[in-house]
């Protein structure tokens, strides 16, 4: 089942922000870096030359359409969790409803390979898979605290924003001013070189030791239970789980320990904050490079 045909049910659904554009399309460019042949010319040709062929472009389509009721969904993980003192992603808890980023993986994921569809529809599977595997790797989507810490208020650079905008954009486009030249491709580059061959080389084969692309998410007895009361039309994947659960662990480790009144683009926060937003991006551009790799190419072919 399409899940915009099961989504179209819930009327009141709204989409909570995650990655601003810079962050998704250096999470895309990344991923270009590392795809294997028959991935690449999927990609390749399925983007076209609307998107310059790229991974990178595409990734803000999600958000540049969501104004359009058609795909107004609700995709944010609601966790019951209780940052910074606890922090747990649980698939039956937290997407109960059968109504959140993990059954949006899942869902296009099986609609990118299926040939019966058209080229156009396979197109917006491979976008969306785009955008939301970069979703996944920002804390405060995996985190309904404060809704996603977009009540909190803060300051970035005596600017006032809210939690949440300041991981989505904030904080890259003041690393980007920085240290980029403002540009997105320069840092998805070096990026890409520290997985290949800096900071990165050693950590990246765990960063997709979880890479099927169709073994279901793991249940409790509890959880099973429970799914036998409320059947789902789509069941979410275990690997896209655990990726929440590493980034809602930030959470708890980080995000939420700064004092009220500070600055956070001027402190030691944003100065331990980058190395944080650097590894999520380059790790879901890695991990979305792998996740096509396997459904075209047919293994990571990955070190």
């Known amino acids: 089942m399409c899940l915009k045909a099961l989504l179209s049910l819930l009327p009141y659904a709204t989409y909570v922000f995650a990655w601003g554009a810079n962050g998704h399309h250096a999470v895309g460019y990344v991923a270009m870096e590392f795809l294997a042949p028959k991935a690449l010319n999927f990609v390749q040709t399925s983007l076209g030359s609307t998107y310059n062929e790229s991974l990178g472009p595409a990734a803000s389509w999600a958000d540049e359409i969501r104004s359009d009721p058609t795909y107004s969904w609700f995709l944010l993980i609601f966790l019951t969790d209780d940052p910074p003192t606890s922090c747990s992603v649980s698939e039956t808890r937290d997407c109960g409803n059968g109504v959140c980023i993990l059954t949006a993986i899942a869902n296009y994921t099986t609609r990118v390979v299926d040939t019966s569809l058209s080229a156009s529809q396979r197109q917006e599977a491979l976008k969306f898979l785009d955008h939301f595997i970069g979703d996944i790797g920002q804390p405060l989507h995996v985190e309904a605290f404060a809704f996603g810490g977009n009540d909190i208020n803060v300051r970035c650079s005596n600017t006032a924003t ?28 070096t990026l890409a070189t520290r997985i ?44 896209p789980l655990v990726w929440a659960a590493e980034s809602n662990s930030l959470d708890c480790s980080f995000v939420f320990s700064f004092s009220s009144g500070t600055d956070l683009c001027t402190s030691s926060y944003y100065t331990n904050a980058v190395p944080i937003i650097e590894t999520q991006i380059a790790k879901q551009g890695y991990r979305l490079a792998a996740w096509l790799n396997v459904l075209f190419d047919g293994a990571t072919n990955l070190p």
């Open 162 to 189: 809210n939690l949440h905008s300041l991981w989505d954009s904030s904080m890259i486009n003041k690393l980007l001013s920085t240290n980029y030249g403002n540009s997105v491709t320069t840092w998805a580059s």
């Open 196 to 239: 290949k061959s800096g900071a990165y080389a050693g950590l990246a084969a765990n960063w997709i030791s979880c890479s099927s692309t169709t073994a279901p998410a793991r249940r409790s007895i509890e959880d099973d239970m429970t799914g036998l009361l409320r059947p789902r039309a789509i069941t979410p994947l275990e690997c």
